[in-house]
């Protein structure tokens, strides 16, 4: 496979961790998500914030391989989008979509706290929230970049880790 920046976008409860540490595990790419930068280098403030995300601009920024994973929307999704352009090689951004019930049943089982000065609202009014800020995003911005390959991937309430993991798999064998 050759060297390339994968982006995992989609709502809360998306699958975007589970499927971006499999890519990383089968790629060898470093893995790198916001919620990560956020626990290592976020304490719940506003500048704790601002320090993970310059952590996670500078990953997206970097000339080398690797599995990002954010929202895909957002007041950082220009900086994101023009740090991955930045790093001068090929990117791939796959936006994971599923029926809104079953990202908020898998967001509402979550036991992980993810330091963040602002809370979100409840998660049956923000994963819909959340999807209308990517569509939006996606329209305007992932979609339209000439430089990435970009991908909206729908699945079912049913479909299984690895059958989401197979289609992915797929997207980025030919790529």
Not at 119 to 142: K, N
Request: charged share 20%; proline share 7%.
């Amino acid at each position: 496979m050759k060297p390339q920046k994968i982006l995992i976008i989609g709502t809360l409860g998306s699958g975007k961790t589970t499927l971006a540490e499999l890519l990383a595990r089968d790629t060898g790419f470093p893995y790198a998500s916001i919620d990560g930068c956020r626990i290592r280098y976020g304490d719940g403030t506003v500048s704790g914030e601002e320090r993970a995300w310059n952590h996670f601009l500078a990953l997206c920024r970097k000339s080398t391989p690797g599995i990002l994973e954010f929202s895909g929307m957002g007041p950082y999704v220009e900086e994101v989008r023009d740090n991955l352009l930045c790093s001068k090689i090929p990117v791939s951004v796959i936006w994971l979509v599923l029926p809104p019930d079953t990202c908020i049943a898998r967001t509402s089982q979550r036991q992980k706290k993810i330091p963040a000065p602002f809370r979100w609202a409840p998660v049956a009014y923000s994963v819909p929230l959340i999807h209308d800020g990517i569509e939006c995003a996606w329209d305007t911005l992932w979609s339209r970049e000439a430089h990435f390959h970009a991908t909206r991937q729908e699945f079912s309430a049913t479909t299984s880790v690895p059958e989401m993991y197979s289609a992915i798999r797929e997207i980025w064998c030919m790529l």
